[in-house]
């Protein structure tokens, strides 16, 4: 997970500029434009319902491609790319604060997945209706992957803090509501980078739970719910094929640490001596790699502070990574 944070002038900026594909026309609002007008009118018949209302004019795939685009084609969650405006069926839009209902992820899931969560420590309740002012917000937005958004994310929303359901600005609901999942968009949030880091492949909470307790929580709920670890080490094979339903997931992400760890080797095999040519087409490859338009860039970011600060570590990840990927589990 990395953060693409956007604030609310520049994301509406962006909105009303929006076109599409075509050209803005003199005297016409883009779609955009038109798009901030008609949500607007859904929003205040969800106010009028005290509930969510479903709007065709304001629907929300109509500024799809505009998140697409900022999140360089990739899932917001896992990171995963995916094809694109012209694949933009694969991508669902995240509504971050659900708009039907909210249900207990940790009465249902989270407590078996987080066995050790502090006792006391607030999860949040469901709820019969959902963020019902903001189903047409676009700071709510963002794209995910249809396994997270429908299989995983569904309409939970666990928060530490006081439930907002007629809040209308997620800025100011985050500081209230606590919210224990990281939103990669929100400008008012801390950055995915500073809360999670990758051992290997593997998502691992950054903070140290003695400092920043909020924080490691976060980490560690955001990293369960999105099932972003394989459950079961890299050496064990998972006992059906696809234990997590995600193995694909693992697998693109073990290659791209594979291939920045098969630059990061060649420029140190080169040498000093080699030629700047040479040197360059890896040391831009490392670059392209950990640079948030690639997915899973945390993972290679991680692996090249790695590098750095401990290279036999590293070959010893190295290792167990190609030790996955050429027998792996998923033959
Ligand atoms: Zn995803």
């Not at 694109?84 to 039907?100: N, Q």
């Not at 234990?243 to 693992?250: A, D, I, Q, T």
């Not at 690639?294 to 692996?303: D, K, M």
């Amino acid at each position: 997970m990395r953060g693409y944070p956007i604030d609310q002038t520049t994301l509406l900026a962006k909105i009303q500029a929006f076109n599409g594909k075509t050209k803005p026309k003199a005297g016409k609002p883009t779609k955009g434009a038109q798009w901030l007008v008609d949500a607007a009118a859904a929003t205040a018949a969800c106010q009028a319902a005290q509930d969510y209302v479903e709007s065709n004019a304001a629907d929300w795939g109509k500024i799809k491609d505009l998140f697409i685009d900022h999140q360089h084609g990739k899932c917001a969650y896992c990171e995963k790319l995916m094809e694109g405006r012209a694949g933009r069926g694969d991508y669902d839009i995240e509504h971050f604060r659900p708009k039907s209902q909210v249900k207990d992820w940790f009465a249902s899931t989270g407590g078996q997945l987080l066995p050790d969560w502090p006792t006391g420590q607030k999860t949040g309740a469901a709820q019969s209706t959902g963020y019902y002012l903001l189903p047409y917000e676009p700071l709510n937005y963002a794209v995910a992957c249809k396994t997270c958004n429908s299989n995983l994310k569904s309409d939970y929303f666990p928060i530490g803090g006081t439930a907002e359901m007629t809040g209308t600005d997620p800025s100011v609901m985050h500081g209230l509501e606590q919210p224990w999942l990281i939103f990669p968009l929100g400008s008012w949030e801390t950055l995915p980078e500073t809360l999670i880091f990758f051992d290997g492949i593997t998502a691992m909470p950054r903070p140290d739970p003695g400092v920043d307790a909020i924080g490691y929580w976060r980490a560690r709920v955001t990293i369960a719910f999105f099932h972003l670890n394989r459950n079961k080490p890299l050496d064990k094979p998972t006992e059906t094929k696809d234990e997590e339903g995600r193995e694909n997931l693992y697998r693109a992400r073990a290659d791209q640490l594979n291939n920045l760890a098969k630059s990061l080797d060649a420029l140190e095999l080169l040498g000093e001596s080699a030629s700047p040519v040479r040197r360059a087409m890896h040391e831009n490859e490392i670059i392209r790699l950990c640079d948030v338009k690639s997915p899973h860039s945390l993972c290679c970011r991680s692996f090249a502070e790695l590098w750095i600060k401990d290279k036999d570590k590293a070959v010893q990840i190295w290792e167990g990574v190609l030790r996955y990927l050429q027998v792996g589990s998923a033959s």
